[in-house]
């Protein structure tokens, strides 16, 4: 379970950025004091515009960086205090992070579960499950860097996973991923939240977020616009799809300009 | 957090000996270009040498007086020309080469020296090319030559030869004992300059890609994932850059040892040098390694460091080309310098680990002073360490963008 309360994230901007953004701020409030719950058995949506705060909310749910104000509890453990219990407990993929192209799969998977402690056994027997589940076991011995962009992120997949977490925070899993790949990743994620555990996934897809999530979050400007299952998000926005439902809270926001 | 250590400490060496590219980069092509390098400037520079030594002088004289002129002729390896071309004519001829010296003597030059009472002295006006090391080794030859002639003169004014003994001198080359026995002085300056270079640039390259290349890839933000601390993540890069820096340093080295058959004419104070006189006795030898491991710490931190606050490989070579020439600078000073030191010295990082591998190698090594080395390097390294360690922890180090 993640519990975040009052979350709320400043970045003091480089002189360069200051000067890309046109204007003369010298920090930029990416989150203003967010607030929301995941339960187990669970897939909760966070959907967005870009910069709207949903990737800097996931790194601090990572432990990537740290809150500026606000808490964030996984499990129990809490995110500044306990920053590696948490990391045991949560996968995180995101584009940003990257393997290195120089070693196979074999190794690099082998690497990450001795960094979570994994006994020899527990990383063969786990990687192999996950090495069939996302068809990586013809390449186990490929150089990462001669393969496919698609195999490359289900390999960042398989070693996010490797460790059996009970969180798992996905920002855009399903991005550069072929229509039967994708779908093997979403019904991943499903078969996850069925044995209990917490899933958080961030798309633009609103088709992926229709038919994976139970609850979703919009957020726009560092702030939650709208949160609930998805017949509330319909209700609250008197629209029947969430492409809709995302379009009406986009306007109320002031559109292109405040989000 | 040793299990972790060593788990990042055995990845970085993975990454750096199972790609053939970075092997042939960091320890073949040192090894092989400075062996290449030294033997080939080594063999040049005995080529010259013997060039000059079996060249036959042209030299060219003007009013030369027989009794000189007939030193100059019993000389084999001189050619002397009796003539009567003008200066500006066997200036033209030298900077051509057509001639190496040419000297002028005073007209009536031996009635003046016979004459000589205590007023003005005869001239003698000698013309050489400094552009050509014939010409320079010939002013040195005519300047000899001139010198006998001059002691002739002299033992004929006093009576014979005998009058211009005046003392005798005998100087010795002491004994030193098998213990104290250093090596050549030559290659005892040479050495530690090279060992300080090729530590800092065998780690130089690879420190670079290792942290800043893995910040600019986002590899190095996929460990922070995990649930060991990001102080153990840069010391496991940082015990690998040590093992690899040490490794080039040796590859570095065995080129110049390879090279030491043709090299030895000029890395050598006496012209020449033999393996034997390379061996250290064991408490040399661990002193030395105890130097050599103070500036690997300092080195491979420092280069850390540097590569940490950078946000791609490009910055970081901008970032850490100054502090290589300061440690260029550094190895050369103490190169040049004496080995006799101020106490004071002992204190200065990086030279104060040369100055000791220095006074090894000259069998005068100073246990107590290794030791403050040592010591120094390490407050520095660790102080590294934690700086290392903090920028780890920085938001703005780790995610730039």
């Not at chain 1, 967005?48 to 705060?53: H, S």
């Not at chain 1, 579960?113 to 013809?138: C, K, Q, W, Y």
């Not at chain 1, 088709?207 to 919009?218: K, P």
Request: hydrophobic share 45%.
């Amino acid at each position: 379970m993640i519990k975040v309360s009052g979350l709320k994230k400043t970045f003091r901007l480089s002189k360069k950025q200051m000067m890309e953004n046109g204007n003369k701020e010298k920090f930029k409030v990416a989150v203003k004091g967010i607030d929301f719950e995941v339960f187990d058995n669970e897939i909760f949506g966070l959907l967005g515009p870009n910069g709207a705060g949903k990737t800097t909310t996931m790194r601090c749910l990572a432990t990537l960086i740290s809150p500026t104000e606000g808490s964030i509890n996984v499990n129990g453990f809490d995110g500044e205090k306990e920053g590696a219990s948490v990391r045991r407990q949560l996968a995180f993929l995101t584009s940003e992070l990257k393997l290195d192209t120089h070693f196979t799969p074999d190794y690099t998977t082998r690497f990450f579960g001795r960094l979570h402690g994994l006994s020899e056994a527990s990383i063969e027997s786990r990687m192999n499950h996950l090495f069939e589940t996302f068809d990586v076991t013809p390449f186990r011995h490929t150089k990462i860097g001669d393969l496919s962009t698609g195999m490359k992120q289900k390999l960042s997949i398989v070693v996010s996973l490797i460790h059996d977490p009970q969180v798992i925070i996905f920002d855009e899993p399903t991005n550069g991923l072929d229509i039967i790949t994708a779908r093997t990743v979403t019904e991943y994620l499903k078969q996850l939240k069925t044995q209990g555990k917490t899933v958080i996934i961030s798309t633009h897809m609103m088709h992926v977020a229709e038919r994976l999530c139970d609850r979703i979050a919009i957020i726009m400007n560092g702030e939650i616009k709208a949160i609930g299952t998805l017949e509330e998000i319909y209700q609250m926005t008197g629209k029947s799809t969430l492409d809709d439902a995302f379009f009406r809270l986009y306007d109320l926001a002031g559109g292109e300009k405040n989000v | 957090m040793f299990k972790s250590l060593m788990i990042i400490m055995k990845k970085e060496l993975r990454r750096v000996f199972t790609d053939r590219r970075l092997v042939i980069t960091n320890f073949v092509l040192p090894m092989a270009s400075i062996a290449l390098i030294y033997s080939i400037m080594g063999l040049m520079i005995s080529r010259t040498t013997e060039e000059i030594e079996s060249h036959v002088t042209k030299l060219y004289g003007v009013n030369v007086p027989a009794a000189v002129e007939m030193i100059f002729k019993s000389d084999e390896s001189i050619a002397f020309t009796e003539t009567d071309i003008g200066a500006d004519e066997a200036e033209s001829m030298l900077l051509e080469g057509e001639i190496d010296y040419y000297v002028v003597f005073e007209p009536g030059f031996e009635e003046k020296v016979a004459d000589q009472n205590g007023g003005a002295v005869p001239t003698i006006d000698g013309y050489y090319s400094p552009k050509s090391d014939v010409s320079i080794e010939a002013n040195y030859k005519v300047g000899a030559l001139l010198e006998a002639y001059r002691n002739t003169v002299l033992a004929s004014r006093l009576g014979g030869e005998a009058f211009l003994d005046v003392y005798a001198l005998s100087a010795s080359e002491i004994e030193i004992p098998v213990e104290d026995k250093g090596i050549d002085r030559g290659i005892a300056n040479l050495v530690p300059m090279l060992v300080s270079i090729f530590i800092f640039a065998g780690a130089m390259g690879i420190g670079m890609d290792s942290i800043a290349g893995e910040k600019e890839r986002g590899t190095i933000a996929t460990m922070l994932l995990t649930p060991v601390d990001r102080g153990v993540i840069i010391g496991g890069k940082v015990l690998s850059l040590s093992v690899v820096a040490v490794i080039s340093m040796a590859s570095s080295f065995i080129g110049v040892l390879l090279s030491i058959p043709f090299s030895a004419n000029f890395l050598s104070a006496e012209g020449s040098f033999d393996m034997s006189q390379m061996s250290l006795g064991g408490a040399e030898l661990f002193m030395f390694f105890v130097c050599m491991i103070g500036l690997v710490g300092m080195y491979v931190t420092i280069i850390s460091v540097l590569s940490m606050m950078a946000n791609s490989l490009k910055e970081a070579g901008a970032y850490i080309t100054p502090a290589y020439m300061i440690v260029m600078i550094t190895a050369f000073m103490n190169m040049f310098g004496s080995a006799d030191t101020e106490p004071l010295y002992q204190f200065i990082p990086i030279y104060n680990n040369l100055l000791n591998m220095k006074q090894i190698l000259l069998g005068d090594a100073n246990f107590g002073s290794v030791m403050i080395a040592f010591g120094t390097s390490t407050v520095i390294t660790l102080a590294l360490l934690i700086v290392a360690r903090s920028l780890m922890h920085k938001e703005k180090v780790v995610f730039p963008s």
